[in-house]
């Protein structure tokens, strides 16, 4: 990317509406309510040739304290001191009101390059609105309209000379690319270029900001003592102790029964999403009260989009009684989560960054486990002695017959048995597989997958009719079937 720009303005101006049109992709929430942005947004810009960051804001608000929305515009002030270009936003059908004047002469003290941009600009009701932009002394202003894709072209003529000066710097932190690998099956090493995808979930206010930005090192997600802060699935790159990740910050999953708004359905389906993009999920849970309903739901969610799963239990510095906690959590683990058993149990606090190592070493071996492949060889030495152990059973006297396994895929392990009355194989015994794969190849908590298939299936002859041999017929008496 060559550089980055920063779409600023009050709330409900239509930031949002163009960082989707930007990215080319319906990447952050868009309602006609105002306030919905609330944490910074990243993503990577197409316009024309141009190849750029852009950060989606939250509404400049006129708040300083230590209010919500005092929190959202520091972090908001923040994004414009990173940025190179800011991109400002006014609604020309409302003109510009004395908010604007405000933030303006802000952006003049904070940013070198500040374009104005009068959005809502369709029809001649904008008419006013645009010619009160030339006001705010930032120059001329670009007439867009964000959801008709109208003054894009205005914008590009605007970006590309600022972006010549740039592609230098560009070009010495463009990240390695074009990696060989000998196989696409083998755990791969993260890289800059394709880091570890991790994905943060759990019920409100479980403290799941809070541990991104430890693990980040800085106050980069907006946090505070208010359930719900985060709406929209907040993507972030970082280095983690020498491990390039990608991390996902995702709204709190209530109870479906609870979730009415339109807004909170959007975050939680918007959190869902990233879940499917992540390789590993870590289940946050409050040390207070841990595994409750909804946390289940959440982890089973996990297995069964089969990613990774690690457990994390924040806020145990606030636990007096650790030991006893610890046990009575990895005993409630093991009873609530039987498909998830052997997944490894952390406890963090996210606030002073403690027990951060340990997750950071859990996360990793879990990524390990995900990836790992078993010889076929190793795999049939080891159903012979399955089944000597506890041969299936014969349903209805026909004896079910286990010929040989492999492994068919990994991310996450899955495996096929070739078998007589596939159909006929019981749920138990699968299990009873499943969990010796788990116990004797070292894998667990990762979702195993197995399927039971008969060799007949992939036989292309199966279902054709045998022909009666010309030999056979005369002594028969059958007759060669109608040629015609």
Not at 131 to 155: K, Q, V
Not at 188 to 195: F, H, I, K, L, Y
């Amino acid at each position: 990317m060559s550089f980055t720009l920063a779409i600023v303005g009050r709330p409900n101006v239509g930031k949002s509406t163009l960082f989707n049109r930007l990215v080319g992709k319906r990447l952050a929430l868009v309602d006609n309510q105002p306030g919905v942005t609330r944490d910074l947004r990243e993503g990577e810009a197409r316009l024309g040739d141009l190849r750029f960051t852009v950060i989606d804001t939250a509404g400049l608000e006129e708040a300083s304290d230590e209010s919500l929305q005092g929190r959202m515009r520091r972090l908001t002030e923040r994004a414009v001191e990173m940025a190179d270009i800011c991109l400002f936003m006014i609604d020309a059908r409302a003109g510009v009101l004395p908010a604007d004047e405000v933030f303006a002469d802000i952006l003049r003290r904070k940013s070198a390059h500040v374009i104005l941009a009068a959005n809502k600009g369709e029809g001649s009701a904008a008419d006013s609105g645009v010619l009160d932009a030339y006001a705010l002394g930032l120059g001329e202003p670009i007439r867009m309209s964000a959801e008709h894709g109208e003054g894009l072209n205005e914008l590009y003529a605007r970006l590309m000379p600022l972006a010549d000066g740039f592609a230098g710097r560009a070009a010495a932190q463009e990240p390695e690319t074009d990696i060989d690998i000998a196989d696409e099956d083998a755990p791969r090493v993260p890289t800059r270029a394709r880091p570890l995808q991790i994905a943060v979930v759990g019920r409100p206010n479980s403290g799941k900001s809070t541990l991104i930005n430890a693990i980040l090192g800085e106050e980069r997600l907006l946090t505070g003592p208010e359930a719900g802060i985060t709406r929209d699935a907040i993507s972030v790159a970082a280095d983690w102790h020498g491990t390039p990740v990608r991390i996902f910050d995702t709204a709190g999953m209530r109870k479906k029964a609870k979730v009415q708004e339109k807004l909170e359905k959007l975050s939680v389906s918007d959190g869902l999403r990233a879940v499917k993009f992540a390789e590993v999920v870590i289940v946050l849970l409050d040390a207070a009260i841990p595994f409750e309903q909804q946390d289940l739901r959440i982890a089973d969610l996990a297995e069964r989009e089969g990613r990774a799963v690690v457990v994390a239990v924040n806020k145990w510095d606030l636990e007096p009684a650790k030991q006893a906690k610890l046990r009575d959590l990895r005993e409630t683990f093991e009873r609530l989560l039987p498909q998830l058993r052997g997944a490894p149990l952390v406890t963090v606090a996210a606030l002073t960054g403690r027990g951060l190592d340990r997750l950071h070493a859990a996360v990793l071996q879990a990524h390990e486990v995900w990836n790992r492949r078993v010889p076929t060889a190793k795999l049939n030495r080891w159903l012979t002695g399955m089944l000597e152990a506890h041969p299936p059973p014969a349903p209805g006297g026909r004896r079910i017959k286990m010929r040989y396994m492999t492994q068919a895929k990994t991310r996450p392990p899955g495996f096929v048995v070739m078998c007589s009355h596939p159909d006929k194989v019981p749920e138990s015994y699968s299990r009873y597989l499943i969990n010796g794969l788990r116990d004797d190849f070292d894998m667990p908590g990762t979702p195993v997958r197995l399927w039971m298939r008969s060799q007949a299936e992939d036989n292309p002859y199966k279902n054709r009719k045998k022909s009666t041999p010309s030999r056979l017929r005369k002594h028969t008496g059958r007759k060669p079937a109608d040629q015609s």
